[in-house]
């Protein structure tokens, strides 16, 4: 176990022990921040093992040892943590066979790492720009769940695919986002491709839709900048009340997300859910549309 201490990081969610995931084995990428961060807690709080993936050497150190504090000691569930870019084919792959030869198998895939991007008009819309986000968010997706099938179509019990979309996976709704917006459309496309390869393997693929999410990512808008330098794009995006409050006064908690993707993980293979929607009532106005 790890020596360092928890100092400057305090969960957003704090998970209810249960046992449902007993001796399953899931892979969370993203897994050091927000929606990753709480998915990881549940799984682990309902005994899987669980591997949680992220680029944040730092801030995923602190994550696995909260999360390990908070574990009874009976060793029925485990965490671990890998320092990873899931953009990189090599790194995605000795993931898995990490999993694989310690555990024997992997029953859940959650795809969580990703990257927003409040991005200008498409005429100020760098190259750079659109490949750190299509990366993350459509390419990364694509590595992990190759991955994925591989390992779950050799296993009887097959197993289930969760990737984060966003509400941006139908919808536009403002100009400027467009790297965001497409990597996402792309996600969905790839995603519901994939759902119906798994057909047939006991493979079930959920598209989950947060929006408006308090995580690290929505405080971050809330700054009025992303990436440091580059103002965020907001025109059409937010509403009276949150150019009024900020974004992340409406945000709905991340545990609504987090144990979604619980019910999501323990459905029996007979069960397909391809899409799972969720955002604060206050948008229902503008996301009735996608429904
Ligand atoms: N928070 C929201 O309101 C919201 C809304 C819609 C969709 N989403 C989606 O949910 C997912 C999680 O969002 P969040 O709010 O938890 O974001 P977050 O920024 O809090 O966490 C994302 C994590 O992904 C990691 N990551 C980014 N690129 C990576 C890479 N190449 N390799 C490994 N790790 C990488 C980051 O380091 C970070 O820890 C994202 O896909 C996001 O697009 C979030």
Known sequence: MSTATVTDYVPDYLATPGTALAGKVAIVTGGASGIGDAVGRVFAAN???VVLVDIDADRLKKVVESIQNSLPATGAATVVGVTADVTQEDAVQAIFAQAVADWGRVDLVVNSAGRDSLSPPVTEVTLDEWNATIGPNLTAVFLVCREAFRVMEQQESGGRIINMGSSSTRLASGPGHSPYRASKHGMLGFSKNILLEGKGKKIG???????HVATPMTQIIDKGLYDGDIPAYVDGWLDEQEIREGI??????????????????TRTPDVTIPTFSMYPTHKAHRYGMEI
């Open 47 to 49: 005994q899987a093992k």
């Open 248 to 265: 992340h006064a409406s945000c709905i908690d991340v545990a609504n997300v987090a144990e979604a993707a619980l019910y999501v993980a």
């Open 205 to 211: 693929v959920t598209v989950m839709n947060p929006s």
